[in-house]
């Protein structure tokens, strides 16, 4: 499913690529977003049997997306941006993956960013961070961190994500809602070791640009999903211990207090908020953890990706079992 506006310069490219794959079963669904340019010409002239173009009424990309799930014959959705690549062998290793294990939602693959000169140290950090999420339960523990998928690189079974409501339009990015609410239906999710993706990085992109896209509207979306997660899973009267106790800390975690979250103690390394109260709740040391009792459920609020991994191997010292005794937030 390929929705696209304006995408002239590179989609050429992109449909080359889908072309190449060396699983030939498919049907392209190209959803013309109201392009100005080309982009929908470029289609046509392929004169490729198995692509399809489709040009809804409605406008945006989570209109195009929905028109795409719903004109769709086929089981399996692969996801594909206009501006991106496919590797050869992508849609043969998720089908086979979505074949071999029934109860298997989605699958993704790894990307690999390009162009090499505009990748910055804070993306090659958060693809390596998702490269590290392979099984399900990596997945689901990590699933309140970032978005876990660059979603161009998955590959799932439409029923599911259709009883899951497909994609929704509101102010936060509809990709990551998606896989919230799959996560929230308990649906399993994993990711293949191959690299299926060549995923183009560029100033323009929406991730980068657009309101929904940001990170207050990120720390909104994943607070709401948190607050019921930890509703339903942590057990009556378990105190619940925020790590981090600094200032964007604090900020981030009103939205969770906003739905009535509190914590009961807050965790950090600095000696000199160790013995503060924050709106009345002390201020520990980490080795408190080791021997509080009853053994508290963790939010580890750190969104430095190093030092969050110390965080995580400190806690697992400590005995605790991630997704039974923390969860890390980004």
Same mark, same amino acid.
């Given at each position: ?68 799930? *719903?004109?769709?014959?086929? #089981? @399996?959705?692969?996801?594909? !941006?206009?501006?991106? +690549?496919? $590797?050869?062998?992508? =849609? ?73 409501? *497909?994609?929704?339009?509101? #102010? @936060?990015?509809?990709?990551? !809602?998606?896989?919230? +609410?799959? $996560?929230?239906?308990? =649906? ?143």
């Amino acid at each position: 499913m390929l929705p696209f506006r304006d995408a002239g310069p590179w989609l050429d490219e992109c449909l080359d690529s889908i072309r190449a794959q060396t699983f030939h079963d498919f049907e392209l669904l190209a959803v013309d977003d109201h392009s100005r340019d080309r982009s929908a010409w470029r289609i046509r002239r392929r004169r490729d049997r198995r692509f399809r173009l489709l040009q809804p009424r409605g406008r945006g990309l989570v209109t195009a997306l929905n028109a795409g799930l *719903a004109a769709a014959r086929a #089981p @399996f959705i692969a996801r594909m !941006d206009a501006d991106d +690549r496919m $590797h050869p062998e992508r =849609l043969e290793q998720q089908v086979q993956a979505l074949l071999h294990d029934p109860a298997l939602m989605l699958v993704a693959g790894r990307a690999r960013l390009f162009p090499e000169d505009r990748i910055t140290d804070g993306m090659r950090a958060y693809m390596d961070w998702q490269d590290g999420l392979q099984t399900p339960r990596q997945i689901r523990d990590g699933m309140f961190v970032e978005a876990p998928f660059a979603h161009p690189s998955v590959c799932f079974r439409r029923a599911l994500i259709q009883r899951v409501g *497909a994609y929704r339009s509101g #102010p @936060f990015p509809e990709d990551y !809602d998606l896989w919230l +609410r799959a $996560h929230a239906a308990g =649906l399993r999710m994993a990711r293949l070791p191959e690299t299926v993706l060549d995923w183009r990085d560029s100033a323009g992109r929406v991730s980068r640009t657009a309101a929904h896209c940001s990170r207050e509207a990120f720390d909104r979306l994943r607070a709401r999903h948190l607050a019921r997660w930890l509703r339903r899973h942590l057990p009556h009267r378990r105190p619940l211990v925020i790590w981090g106790a600094g200032r964007r800390t604090r900020q981030r975690v009103r939205h969770l207090q906003a739905r009535g979250i509190e914590p009961t103690a807050w965790i950090d390394i600095d000696p000199c908020k160790i013995g503060n109260c924050i709106a009345g709740r002390l201020v520990h040391g980490p080795e408190w953890l080791s021997s509080a009792n009853p053994r508290p459920f963790v939010l580890v609020y750190v969104a430095v990706h190093g030092a969050r991994t110390l965080i995580e191997q400190a806690l697992e010292g400590y005995g605790y079992e991630p997704g039974r005794d923390f969860l890390s937030v980004g």
